[in-house]
């Protein structure tokens, strides 16, 4: 795995001039100075005049270096005068620690932070807040005392606790996904000029969260991670939420997939307010599987109004039953309650149940909506979503963490093969909403989404999204794409704003992950031969130089040849590298960009 948080440790090293003698300072001035100026980054003269200076002004905390490394610390240790210690040698040491986040401001709000505030208490988001009280360890206690202009030295070891190291957390991201999923949904904000949008990747059988992005946009334009929006936002999902009303029509045996209803001229009213189909006129009568693949709206409220007017509580509670209205209970904080209407709500109106069917006085967030799709391609078992793969530390064995079941079974068998194949259409069948993001490589199914915000308003803003899995016949992952507020005149529908950020991920994930890939076996001289001319290797040739290669392509040959090969950084491209492949040390670490 790479990196995504890690604890680092520098120090300061200072001069107390007033506790050692004269004696001793005259006497080992001159080779302290020559050893501090081959160690350090100043000259002979600068630490020979500066020491000497601090001597003679009786400085108690002269500062000699900052930030220098636990190996120019031991080495300074064992230096002339300061390898009596600290109170005959005069050597202060000042300890930092800080957090350092190789991937920058990739995932940020997702690895969060954590802090201590005036009065002690730990305060911070994302998984560092999450597992703090994992990785933070146990502090430590060290005799000081306080010395000139409020600076403290330690005086005494005697009575020092060392502090405890906290333990490493093993997180189910992947650092390759999350760059493909950060990148894919980055481009397609800047393309629509979207306020802001999120992106999650789910292993379906797991419930693994292998990426996750969320990007917001500032008042110049551009776009960072702003809060975690697939976590903390919970918003009215339009027509994804139809894939919920269809099981529970399907499972109480309101309609089956070939039941024809009509979808009258696409407007139904209701209390005077109109529900329309995006196609104007409608879709005539359709069977039950096309009013999924069309997206109809008028097909799914006259399925659920129809079937449930006289019994409202009935088609709430099956909602209820599936886990619609629970809470995940993420380990990071700030999840949003979902929110299903029931008739026993005081706000419950004759168009609640209408308006429930195709999404909107529904809230949900972007990872409580995946979770639900993912139960579907995971043959009806609603798994947690899980951030933390393992927990290790040098000493202790490593505790792995197990998958958590919400739900064994959201809806029939059934019912599952039957929503499942209309999943698919929606991608795969001529006419479907994403019938632009199918692939002659492999199937993907899902749902694509268009929900209208601030719709009593003559400012009408809309919500993309499309959420789905792939590939089809053995769905290895989940993905959801939610972006908010696009530009109206560059495009609104999820088909044309958030589809197509999802097929690219789909697109990379299948192309890198081998399972997914059918193709037929090779021998190993095949093999070889293969990679060798896709790496243009020269017959013979006793060295290899990489640059630019896809990481995917040159793992499995420099395993081949007896390497071991760690990756540092973020990318998928090898930056340049030469490889001896004779060399005694089979271990390299390549550079990704």
């Not at 929900?451 to 308003?457: A, E, F, K, M, S």
Request: aromatic fraction near 10%; charged fraction near 25%.
């Amino acid at each position: 795995g790479s990196l995504l948080a890690s604890s680092s440790t520098s120090y300061n090293i200072y001069f107390d001039a007033v506790t050692v003698s004269k004696n001793n300072f005259n006497k080992y001035i001159n080779p302290l100075s020559k050893a501090l100026s081959e160690t350090l980054d100043k000259p002979f003269d600068f630490y020979l005049n500066s020491l000497k200076t601090s001597k003679k002004l009786k400085r108690r905390y002269h500062l000699i270096a900052r930030d220098i490394s636990i190996n120019e610390l031991n080495e300074i240790k064992k230096m002339p005068l300061f390898n009596m210690g600290g109170v005959r040698g005069g050597l202060i040491v000042e300890k930092n620690n800080y957090r350092e986040y190789p991937l920058n401001k990739i995932a940020e709000r997702t690895i969060g932070y954590e802090r201590q505030n005036e009065i002690n208490e730990y305060t911070g988001v994302g998984l560092e807040h999450a597992f703090g009280t994992i990785l933070r360890g146990k502090n430590g206690s060290q005799l000081m005392q306080k010395i000139s202009n409020g600076k403290w030295k330690p005086i005494s070891t005697e009575n020092r606790i060392d502090p405890k190291p906290g333990l490493d957390i093993v997180t189910t991201i992947n650092v390759g996904f999350q760059d493909i999923a950060h990148h894919s949904l980055l481009a397609q904000l800047e393309e629509f000029e979207a306020d802001h949008g999120s992106v999650v990747v789910m292993e379906t059988q797991t419930g693994a969260i292998k990426a996750i992005a969320n990007l917001g946009r500032t008042s110049e334009g551009k776009y960072y991670e702003k809060l975690n929006y697939a976590v903390g936002e919970h918003f009215e999902p339009g027509s994804t939420f139809k894939l919920m009303a269809m099981i529970a029509a399907l499972e109480d045996d309101i309609v089956k997939p070939l039941s024809i209803i009509d979808t009258e001229n696409g407007i139904l009213s209701f209390y005077g307010s109109q529900v329309r189909d995006s196609k104007k006129g409608g879709y005539g009568k359709i069977s039950v599987n096309d009013v999924f693949k069309f997206s109809s709206n008028t097909g799914i409220v006259k399925i659920i109004n129809d079937g449930y007017s006289s019994n409202p509580e009935k088609f709430s509670n099956r909602l209820y039953n599936m886990g619609l209205n629970n809470k995940l209970n993420l380990p990071i904080l700030g999840e949003a309650r979902p929110k299903i209407p029931h008739p026993k709500d005081k706000d419950w109106s004759g168009l609640s149940l209408p308006w429930m069917a195709y999404g909107y006085g529904v809230l949900l967030t972007p990872l409580q909506i995946l979770t639900f799709y993912n139960a579907v391609a995971n043959n009806g078992v609603m798994v947690k979503p899980i951030f933390l793969s393992e927990v290790n530390s040098f000493s202790k064995n490593t505790i792995k963490t197990k998958k958590v079941v919400l739900n064994p079974s959201i809806c029939s068998d059934q019912t599952l093969n039957e929503v499942k194949t209309m999943l698919e259409s929606v991608v795969n069948d001529e006419g479907g909403t994403a019938y632009n993001i199918r692939s002659k490589d492999y199937k993907i199914s899902g749902k694509t989404g268009t929900g209208q915000v601030d719709y009593n308003t003559e400012n009408v803003q809309y919500i993309s999204s499309f959420v789905g899995y792939f590939p089809s016949d053995k769905p290895k992952y989940s993905c959801i794409v939610v972006i908010h507020k696009p530009n109206k005149r560059k495009g609104y529908y999820g088909s044309a704003v958030a589809a197509p950020v999802f097929k690219k991920i789909a697109d990379k994930l299948h192309s890198i992950t081998p399972e997914l890939i059918k193709i037929n076996p090779l021998d190993d001289q095949e093999l070889n031969d293969l990679l060798t001319h896709e790496l243009k290797i020269p017959n013979g040739s006793e060295n290899l130089e990489i640059n630019g290669k896809n990481f995917t392509d040159v793992l499995p040959y420099l395993e081949n040849l007896g390497f071991s090969v760690e990756f540092k950084g973020n990318g998928l491209l090898v930056k340049k590298h030469t490889i001896f492949k004779n060399s005694l040390n089979k271990k390299i670490v390549l550079e990704l960009s």
